[in-house]
């Protein structure tokens, strides 16, 4: 299992950084091409799919259909796996249904409120209608990829997501080279992305047919289990929508297309960045419902404890490298378009630094209702700090307030998130903060060096930014090692590389 698990988080991470360095291509390329407000409208339209804003409304469709199959396959109860299943493909066609029909009748209100242009009225409407329309697949794949998932095929699902991707990529260079209108980026988008959910749909029939799943009627205990997890997902998604995907929405309520272009190019990197670390977790929600559905809580201690020290200790550096050398980022990859708000994205940063302290435990607790119930409760608070902090400082920054909000509210609330993990993982405390501690000043003192190396060295090219990051890890990394990580922890690295055969059993 853990061996899986292992190649399935190596196959995610080297397969979604191949995407979002793809996609990160893309950008300069639209805004040059079309123009901020053209790129903020193609954002705009990518909200109300599930992958943007309407991901705060799926219900956790994916997530509780990846625990349906993974405890499975653990309990071999395929039949209640049909029923359970069966309830789920009800409840997203009904919710494909209400989305896709409110998007259709809800345009003319949109492009009102969105303060769209006479000039891209038209366009922006034909655009929003085959969101409606594609929104009729995308739904219902939620359910496909979380079955997908729950067998832990992430092969698959990385080379749809690489294939779909390189496919966009290439055809929007062909647009913009061919001097094609703006929209059609969006239906590249669109389109490929339905191709995506057709080869994982047809993967998920696939499985389930191996295992003799087949429509079956639901019970009541079935619909109300599915119904219960699927209530606090959505309401785990709403508060943490409000502060993420929601945000470009509501800067296009108050601002207009062009504040929404400016807004997702500041804090598009750090997205992306959160998005691909993420991806080290993905794998995991199986492996910690089938160590839940056999009763092993010390494994699944373990499992915790581990996660919650080295999640940070990798993906902290490479993202804090990236926070101070943003100038520099910002110059390369955009350009002087928008470098004096380069402070802004290095910002931005920051959410998923937190975001790292608190996602392994966040995910691995999916399992366990009443933990993510009290997770809940924090987040909503969090979401009070964001609303007073954004609005407090709306007129001086104007979109990027909803920025400083975030930011606010992610750091304030953190220790009181640690510290509810840490009581459900049942960990000692004192370990548990000198740990953290001794991993937070370190990254601190490291970052101080690195700011005043950049003061004198220019990075100027994408060569120098790896070379500097790179050593920035390095020294990171080597620190926490031999100051943070106890005997219990090193003993992690020979395992792992015995289970991948890059060492004996012997060593």
């Known amino acids: 299992m853990i061996k899986r698990l292992i190649h399935n988080t190596v196959i995610s991470a080297l397969a979604f950084g191949v995407a979002a360095l793809l996609g990160l291509l893309v950008i300069p390329l639209i805004i040059r091409t079309w123009g901020v407000t053209e790129f903020g409208l193609i954002v705009i339209s990518r909200l109300l799919l599930p992958s943007g804003m309407m991901a705060v409304l799926d219900l956790g469709l994916s997530e509780v259909a990846t625990q349906v199959v993974a405890r499975a ?297 009443e933990v993510q119930a009290r997770l809940n409760r924090l987040v909503a608070v969090q979401l009070l700090i964001w609303a007073a902090a954004s609005a407090a400082t709306l007129h001086l920054f104007a979109e990027r307030s909803l920025i400083l909000g975030q930011v606010v509210g992610c750091i304030v609330i953190l220790p009181w998130q640690l510290a509810e993990l840490r009581s459900a993982l049942e960990l000692d405390r004192s370990r548990f903060v000198k740990v953290i501690g001794t991993q937070f000043a370190i990254l601190v003192l490291a970052s101080i060096f690195l700011a005043t190396i950049a003061g004198y060295i220019r990075f100027d090219s994408v060569l120098k930014l790896a070379l500097g990051s790179m050593v920035f890890c390095l020294i990171t990394w080597v620190l926490q090692y031999f100051l943070v990580l106890e005997k219990r922890h090193r003993t992690v690295f020979p395992a792992v590389g015995q289970l991948m055969g890059l060492t004996s059993k012997s060593s």
């Open 73 to 369: 396959r653990e309990h071999r109860d395929w039949a209640k796996a049909s029923r359970q299943i069966t309830f789920l493909g009800m409840v997203s066609t009904a919710l494909t249904l209400i989305i896709s029909a409110i998007i259709w009748f809800a345009t003319p209100l949109l492009v009102i409120v969105m303060k769209v242009d006479s000039a891209h009225l038209e366009t922006f409407t034909r655009i929003m209608h085959y969101t409606a329309l594609a929104n009729l697949i995308f739904v219902p794949a939620l359910v496909w990829e979380g079955i997908v998932k729950g067998f832990e095929r992430y092969n698959l699902l990385r080379v749809a997501e690489v294939t779909s991707t390189a496919a966009y990529v290439g055809l929007t260079f062909a647009a913009a080279s061919a001097a094609a209108g703006f929209e059609v980026v969006a239906y590249i988008y669109l389109a490929t992305l339905v191709a995506r959910a057709v080869v994982i749909g047809i993967a998920a029939l696939v499985a389930v047919r191996h295992k003799h799943v087949r429509l079956m009627p639901w019970t009541p205990e079935v619909q109300q289990d599915i119904l219960r997890r699927c209530l606090l997902l959505l309401q785990g998604k709403l508060m943490g929508g409000i502060s993420g995907p929601l945000q470009p929405f509501l800067i296009g309520l108050l601002f207009g297309p062009k504040a929404v272009g400016t807004y997702d190019a500041l804090v598009r990197l750090s997205r992306v960045s959160r998005n691909v670390v993420s991806l080290l977790t993905s794998a995991l929600l199986p492996v910690a419902s089938r160590l839940d559905e056999r009763g092993s809580a010390t494994s699944f201690q373990r499992l915790g404890d581990l996660g919650l020290v080295m999640m940070p200790m990798f993906v902290v550096p490479p993202l804090a490298a990236a926070a101070i050398l943003s100038p520099e980022i910002m110059n390369i990859w955009i350009g002087p378009l928008l470098a004096p708000y380069a402070f802004w994205m290095g910002l931005s940063f920051l959410v998923p630094i937190c975001a790292q302290y608190i996602g392994f435990g966040s995910l691995i607790f999916l399992t366990r209702p």
